[in-house]
């Protein structure tokens, strides 16, 4: 097998019954490294040959429609079926990719007027989303405060500025996760209140159960959420499927027209799907029925913050008028890599301690190694090993990982190596010992940091910019370019005058001095202040008149006019984008005035918000060096050695009497799993008493151990796994739980070498 330019395909078993695709609906179950993105292009391109020849299901004018969940995934897409198409001798044309929310976003604005938009709709991006999200969670407060007054713990009848600000994170991701779900079910907040007070009426599920309070709640921010979204005169990503799906509804003659312009529709990563978006697909090919899902139930990792589950995939597979086919041969690992993954697998779905993750974490499916003529052979056993280790504390674990790669880099130049963390604050720490060690890496987290000291420095210098007189934005200001001086020549190393400069009384003197005033006087006079100390503080003060009388100027070339005397190459073109993303938010935000926008800045995501997903893009690990990321970016990649840190109890809990994040025993588990349960319950007409939090524990640890699974199956050769015994908590030394899944693996690993 192969997808490299100007080769051509050979397929494997799995795929050569893939490629037989005559007509109807077809699931595939591909298990990790099967090639199914290289099938998928294989196949529209066989489609497109068949056209040209004369016969399938395209006719003269139809296009083959290809789906997927991610840009960079159809981007890599659109390029594999062109190189498909051009070893065939076609030309690069009668296929269109798109993504899901691309896909409907089309869609309507085909026919705006139909589904009551403007022409000239906007799309709302995440930031938005959120901030009105923030809004609406804000004026639910206000008017609720005996309500959530009562939450807190204790008696509920004593309350403070902490459980304000706890309680406010907890609503807005309740309230996310009830928009997100009743979205889904093509619910909007009026229907959702009704049937909650119809449910009441009829003396429905009871009341007092925490799951129908917290869903109440999360309707009626939802409420007001939806009424900032509309005024706003814009469209969430939410709505653009369900108008949608209303449209080719309402209008069957349009959705008619559709299934002649995409007489065949292929879905990759099919096991993120949700129900509405399976609906939008499913009505696009309701008249020809020639809908091809590919996907992999064991690499579904994004359930426990969408509406995503892999059960609407495998469910599709078992449908009587499905043809359910598997991709079980793999090439990318070693037998001892795929043996444990397997062996996992077979273990969870047989044996595991919570009955419920039995049959909601897996799909029984088998990863087998190529045949003896498959032009991808996976890699020798003999070179192949795997490790799993215990350490006493998380900076001795990081430590030996940090000092391993470096050995083994150095010894194996030819290897790709990554470590995989499960968070991206794991990712972040890791990257500081690396840099504390001197060894480059690929940093391939949320943002890297660059990206967020960029972000930070142009934040902190506005808001001062803004204030200047303002002691306290000074010292952010100038603390913030000096955490920059690797950057920046600023300070002499080690040389560290943030508390002299918190210590500016008179702050006017630096940079509105009267005659005869010196530097010096800005400073309490209970020390000689030496020269070494005062001349980076001159420097400081120069450059601020100088980005002070650029604060007139429009916003963003403030931006470029601190960005001009401070950066350079990669991070100067990262502040063009944040002088773009600053400018927006002024012009979104007319009242803002520069402490209102470096506060919006230092809230902003860096990557996805202000440099518009950077790092997002198709990369490719160079062999030598080092790639640190999380475990749900790693999906898709592989390297030869994958190190897998902090497998504790903490990240992968086992039972549900574990500790589990977001989890208030106070309020009874986590609100946002109890409203999504309660309202799944009440639309399946399920008893409401079943909707607890132990069914959202059992699918979190579902989840966790699929997220695991992903993470396994990167490794090619090698493969370590740890976890630690402590963890520096503030001032304290903790202990942290072992997680289940570690030692079972080890017991899984030993009995594999009796074998």
């Given at each position: 097998m192969s997808g490299m330019p100007?080769?051509?395909?050979?397929?494997?078993?799995?795929?050569?019954?893939?490629?037989?695709?005559?007509?109807?609906?077809?699931?595939?179950?591909?298990?990790?490294?099967?090639?199914?993105?290289?099938?998928?292009?294989?196949?529209a391109a066989q489609l497109l040959n068949r056209r040209y020849r004369g016969h399938g299901h395209l006719g003269d004018s139809g296009e083959v429609l290809v789906v997927t969940y991610q840009n960079a995934a159809a981007e890599s897409l659109r390029r594999r079926i062109g190189r498909q198409l051009a070893v065939q001798g076609l030309p690069p044309s009668g296929y269109a990719v798109r993504t899901l929310h691309g896909l409907a976003y089309?869609?309507?604005?085909?026919?705006?007027?139909?589904?009551?938009?403007?022409?000239?709709?906007?799309?709302?991006?995440?930031?938005?989303?959120?901030?009105?999200?923030?809004?609406?969670?804000?004026?639910?407060?206000?008017?609720?405060?005996?309500?959530?007054?009562?939450?807190?713990?204790?008696?509920?009848?004593?309350?403070?500025?902490?459980?304000?600000?706890?309680?406010?994170?907890?609503?807005?991701?309740?309230?996310?996760?009830?928009?997100?779900?009743?979205?889904?079910?093509?619910?909007?907040?009026?229907?959702?209140?009704?049937?909650?007070?119809?449910?009441?009426?009829?003396?429905?599920?009871?009341?007092?159960?925490?799951?129908?309070?917290?869903?109440?709640?999360?309707?009626?921010?939802?409420?007001?959420?939806?009424?900032?979204?509309?005024?706003?005169?814009?469209?969430?990503?939410?709505?653009?499927?369900?108008?949608?799906?209303?449209?080719?509804?309402?209008?069957?003659?349009?959705?008619?027209?559709?299934?002649?312009?995409?007489?065949?529709?292929?879905?990759?990563?099919?096991?993120?799907?949700?129900p509405l978006q399976e609906e939008l697909l499913g009505r696009l090919t309701a008249d020809h029925g020639h809908w091809i899902r590919v996907g992999d139930p064991n690499q579904s990792i994004t359930s426990t913050f969408t509406s995503a589950d892999p059960r609407f995939l495998r469910r599709f597979l078992e449908q009587e008028d499905v043809t359910a086919l598997e991709m079980q041969v793999s090439g990318r690992c070693a037998v001892p890599v795929m043996d444990l993954a397997n062996d996992l697998v077979d273990w969870v779905c047989d044996e595991y301690p919570v009955v419920e993750v039995r049959s909601r974490a897996f799909r029984r499916q088998h990863m087998v190694p190529t045949l003896a003529q498959d032009p991808q052979q996976n890699p020798p056993e003999a070179d192949s090993r795997i490790v799993l280790r215990a350490y006493e504390h998380r900076d001795e674990e990081m430590l030996d990982v940090v000092r391993r790669a470096r050995r083994f880099?150095?010894?194996?130049?030819?290897?790709?190596?990554?470590?995989?963390?499960?968070?991206?604050?794991?990712?972040?720490?890791?990257?500081?010992?690396?840099?504390?060690?001197?060894?480059?890496?690929?940093?391939?987290?949320?943002?890297?940091?660059?990206?967020?000291?960029?972000?930070?420095?142009?934040?902190?210098?506005?808001?001062?910019?803004?204030?200047?007189?303002?002691?306290?934005?000074?010292?952010?200001?100038?603390?913030?370019?000096?955490?920059?001086?690797?950057?920046v020549e600023f300070t002499e190393p080690g040389q560290d005058l943030t508390v002299l400069v918190r210590s500016c009384y008179r702050p006017e003197s630096l940079f509105y001095p009267q005659p005869g005033v010196v530097l010096a006087d800005a400073f309490p006079p209970v020390q000689a202040l030496r020269d070494a100390d005062l001349l980076p503080i001159e420097t400081f003060v120069a450059r601020s008149r100088r980005w002070m009388s650029a604060a007139r100027f429009p916003v963003d070339q403030l931006v470029l006019t601190i960005a001009d005397d401070l950066l350079a190459g990669d991070d100067l073109a990262r502040a063009h984008k944040v002088a773009q993303f600053v400018r927006r938010r002024a012009d979104q935000n007319p009242s803002w005035r520069?402490?209102?926008?470096?506060?919006?800045?230092?809230?902003?995501?860096?990557?996805?918000?202000?440099?518009?997903?950077?790092?997002?893009?198709?990369?490719?690990?160079?062999?030598?060096?080092?790639?640190?990321?999380?475990?749900?970016?790693?999906?898709?990649?592989?390297?030869?050695?994958?190190?897998?840190?902090?497998?504790?109890?903490?990240?992968?809990?086992g039972t549900t009497q574990d500790y589990f994040r977001g989890y208030q025993e106070h309020l009874g588990g986590d609100p946002a799993e109890l409203a999504r349960a309660q309202l799944t319950a009440l639309m399946d007409d399920a008893s409401p008493l079943a909707a607890t939090s132990r069914a959202g524990q059992a699918e979190y640890i579902s989840e966790r151990l699929r997220l695991l699974y992903v993470a396994i199956t990167r490794a090619r050769r090698f493969l370590s796994v740890s976890f630690s015994q402590h963890v520096t908590s503030g001032q304290r030394n903790r202990r942290v739980q072992d997680a289940m899944v570690f030692h079972r693996l080890r017991t899984l690993l030993e009995a594999r070498k009796r074998l």
């Amino acid at each position: 097998m192969s997808g490299m330019p100007g080769v051509a395909f050979e397929p494997r078993p799995g795929q050569r019954e893939i490629l037989a695709y005559e007509a109807g609906r077809m699931g595939v179950a591909a298990v990790p490294g099967s090639g199914k993105t290289t099938t998928i292009a294989a196949l529209a391109a066989q489609l497109l040959n068949r056209r040209y020849r004369g016969h399938g299901h395209l006719g003269d004018s139809g296009e083959v429609l290809v789906v997927t969940y991610q840009n960079a995934a159809a981007e890599s897409l659109r390029r594999r079926i062109g190189r498909q198409l051009a070893v065939q001798g076609l030309p690069p044309s009668g296929y269109a990719v798109r993504t899901l929310h691309g896909l409907a976003y089309g869609i309507v604005q085909m026919w705006p007027g139909h589904v009551g938009t403007a022409a000239d709709f906007r799309v709302l991006d995440e930031r938005s989303q959120r901030e009105f999200i923030d809004r609406a969670v804000a004026d639910w407060n206000a008017e609720n405060t005996p309500i959530w007054g009562r939450l807190a713990p204790g008696d509920g009848r004593t309350y403070g500025p902490d459980w304000e600000d706890n309680w406010r994170r907890i609503a807005a991701g309740l309230a996310r996760t009830c928009i997100a779900a009743a979205k889904n079910l093509r619910l909007d907040p009026d229907a959702l209140l009704a049937l909650l007070a119809r449910q009441a009426a009829d003396g429905g599920p009871p009341q007092q159960l925490p799951g129908m309070l917290y869903l109440r709640i999360g309707t009626e921010v939802f409420a007001r959420y939806q009424m900032l979204v509309e005024t706003s005169g814009g469209i969430d990503f939410n709505d653009m499927v369900r108008l949608a799906v209303d449209l080719l509804e309402t209008h069957p003659d349009l959705a008619t027209r559709l299934n002649q312009r995409w007489p065949v529709v292929l879905e990759d990563e099919a096991q993120d799907s949700v129900p509405l978006q399976e609906e939008l697909l499913g009505r696009l090919t309701a008249d020809h029925g020639h809908w091809i899902r590919v996907g992999d139930p064991n690499q579904s990792i994004t359930s426990t913050f969408t509406s995503a589950d892999p059960r609407f995939l495998r469910r599709f597979l078992e449908q009587e008028d499905v043809t359910a086919l598997e991709m079980q041969v793999s090439g990318r690992c070693a037998v001892p890599v795929m043996d444990l993954a397997n062996d996992l697998v077979d273990w969870v779905c047989d044996e595991y301690p919570v009955v419920e993750v039995r049959s909601r974490a897996f799909r029984r499916q088998h990863m087998v190694p190529t045949l003896a003529q498959d032009p991808q052979q996976n890699p020798p056993e003999a070179d192949s090993r795997i490790v799993l280790r215990a350490y006493e504390h998380r900076d001795e674990e990081m430590l030996d990982v940090v000092r391993r790669a470096r050995r083994f880099s150095e010894s194996r130049p030819e290897c790709t190596l990554a470590v995989l963390v499960p968070t991206n604050r794991l990712g972040y720490d890791l990257a500081d010992v690396l840099r504390a060690q001197e060894i480059p890496f690929d940093e391939r987290l949320q943002s890297s940091r660059s990206s967020r000291t960029v972000v930070d420095l142009l934040a902190a210098i506005l808001g001062f910019v803004g204030d200047p007189l303002s002691s306290r934005g000074l010292a952010g200001a100038f603390a913030a370019l000096q955490s920059f001086a690797s950057t920046v020549e600023f300070t002499e190393p080690g040389q560290d005058l943030t508390v002299l400069v918190r210590s500016c009384y008179r702050p006017e003197s630096l940079f509105y001095p009267q005659p005869g005033v010196v530097l010096a006087d800005a400073f309490p006079p209970v020390q000689a202040l030496r020269d070494a100390d005062l001349l980076p503080i001159e420097t400081f003060v120069a450059r601020s008149r100088r980005w002070m009388s650029a604060a007139r100027f429009p916003v963003d070339q403030l931006v470029l006019t601190i960005a001009d005397d401070l950066l350079a190459g990669d991070d100067l073109a990262r502040a063009h984008k944040v002088a773009q993303f600053v400018r927006r938010r002024a012009d979104q935000n007319p009242s803002w005035r520069l402490p209102d926008l470096a506060i919006d800045l230092q809230r902003a995501d860096a990557a996805r918000d202000v440099l518009g997903g950077e790092e997002d893009g198709e990369y490719e690990p160079q062999p030598g060096q080092l790639t640190v990321t999380t475990m749900h970016k790693a999906k898709g990649m592989e390297w030869d050695l994958v190190y897998l840190v902090s497998i504790d109890g903490v990240e992968f809990p086992g039972t549900t009497q574990d500790y589990f994040r977001g989890y208030q025993e106070h309020l009874g588990g986590d609100p946002a799993e109890l409203a999504r349960a309660q309202l799944t319950a009440l639309m399946d007409d399920a008893s409401p008493l079943a909707a607890t939090s132990r069914a959202g524990q059992a699918e979190y640890i579902s989840e966790r151990l699929r997220l695991l699974y992903v993470a396994i199956t990167r490794a090619r050769r090698f493969l370590s796994v740890s976890f630690s015994q402590h963890v520096t908590s503030g001032q304290r030394n903790r202990r942290v739980q072992d997680a289940m899944v570690f030692h079972r693996l080890r017991t899984l690993l030993e009995a594999r070498k009796r074998l």
